[in-house]
């Protein structure tokens, strides 16, 4: 991995020997990239940026990053079948050993929901998990996706990341409204039952894991009333990690911007720093 990144303001000096992942919902590639997100991108110092819901095709995503990658910055993305839904990608400091895009599932192959890249010893992936819709078939298809990419998770081993907005809260810190929100889909029992069993598979939620016995950081703020204001978020973007890699997180930050104005997506980035 690169170790070009710098200290992230009130993280540690000593940073030769780390290299960063950050993750963030984009909530649009062409609207992001001219809301703030390509500033954001020459400030940032990750190694490897896991992007989701670009709701663009591969040549949508490369224009609207033009400045970026012409600074450097590679993609990979896998784009979605629906148009205006979904894509995923991953931005990264050095071109990829490999790249693969889905996990073997039929059904959502070409959904444009998850994508992986292989960095000398270590897999960083990039995944969108449906926002679903309590007693529909969009609840339905998302726990079909969940029963598909849980087997994969499990058969996976080695030195491994999968970044993303997952749309589940684990756990009651996870959401400022738990109490008004235990019908919702996002917070629904099976939902939290199924990160459970992933996390019990041997991965780690290296976030939480970095910041116990705290509410949030939440990572996601509706649009709607003042939500972002009064920090009414969830925690739905995070990190799992497997292999040497939880041991190896060091510090992680939810980059909420500084005001309602300043933001260029409804997600923040979720940004970890291992070693």
Not at 54 to 64: E, F
Not at 148 to 159: C, I, N, P, S
Not at 262 to 269: E, M
Request: with cysteine; net charge negative.
């Amino acid at each position: 991995m690169s170790s070009r990144i710098q200290p992230y303001p009130g993280w540690s000096d000593d940073y030769a020997s780390y290299w960063t992942v950050s993750t963030v919902n984009v909530n649009g590639v062409r609207a992001a990239a001219t809301k703030g997100m390509l500033p954001w991108l020459a400030a940032t110092e990750a190694d490897i940026v896991c992007l989701q819901e670009t709701r663009a095709t591969d040549a949508q995503v490369a224009t609207a990053l033009a400045p970026a990658l012409d600074a450097g910055w590679v993609l990979s993305h896998a784009e979605p079948e629906s148009k205006g839904r979904a894509g995923v990608g991953i931005l990264s400091r050095r071109t990829p050993d490999a790249v693969r895009i889905g996990f073997g599932s039929s059904e959502f192959a070409d959904s444009g929901r998850y994508i992986e890249a292989d960095f000398g010893g270590h897999t960083v992936a990039s995944v969108y998990v449906h926002s679903g819709e309590e007693n529909t078939p969009k609840q339905d298809e998302k726990y079909r996706f969940l029963a598909e990419f849980g087997t994969y998770l499990k058969a996976r081993t080695g030195d491994f990341v999968v970044s993303g907005d997952w749309n589940i809260a684990p756990a009651e810190a996870d959401l400022k409204n738990w109490k008004g929100n235990q019908k919702s889909a996002g917070f629904l029992p099976e939902e939290r039952a199924w990160i459970a069993d992933v996390l019990g598979a041997g991965y780690v939620d290296v976030v939480r894991a970095l910041h116990p016995g705290v509410a949030g950081p939440y990572s996601w703020w509706s649009y709607r009333g003042r939500a972002f204001d009064n920090d009414s978020g969830w925690r739905i973007d995070y990190q799992l990690a497997r292999g040497d890699l939880p041991g190896r997180a060091k510090q992680a930050v939810v980059e909420r911007a500084p005001a309602y104005d300043q933001r260029w997506s409804d997600h923040a980035p979720v940004t970890v720093q291992y070693r």
